[in-house]
Nanobody, 115 residues
């Protein structure tokens, strides 16, 4: 059974930092491409950052310079370090895992940034 479990969300003031974690089970984590997406109620889910199985990273323009995605294959975990948070970063953040035609999502973790 595949599970992606996010943690680390919460309430933070603008300018603050949070680190999200996504623990994966039931997949060969090291060969999967992983990513973080976010969604605001009433809007489409959008890409935040991805990291390939080989460690290549990709960021949305809104995340560049502030967010860092990383992975620890020994712990089957992908992280999203978020610095200099802004109120517009408020959203539910979802972990995503992809391998060929397979795609899985976590349940999401709420991030709220107060001004």
């Amino acid at each position: 059974q595949v599970q992606l479990v996010e943690s680390g969300g919460g309430l933070v003031q603008a300018g603050g930092s949070l680190r999200l974690s996504c623990a994966a089970s039931g997949i060969g984590f090291s060969i999967w491409d992983m990513g973080w997406y976010r969604q605001v109620l009433g809007k489409q889910r959008e890409l935040v950052a991805t990291i390939s199985a080989g460690g290549i990273t990709n960021y949305a323009d809104s995340a560049k310079g502030r967010f860092t995605i990383s992975r620890d294959n020994a712990k089957n975990t992908v992280y999203l370090q978020m610095n200099s948070l802004k109120p517009e970063d408020t959203a539910v953040y979802y972990c995503n895992g992809e391998f060929r035609s397979l795609r899985y999502w976590g349940q999401g973790t709420q991030v709220t940034v107060s001004s």
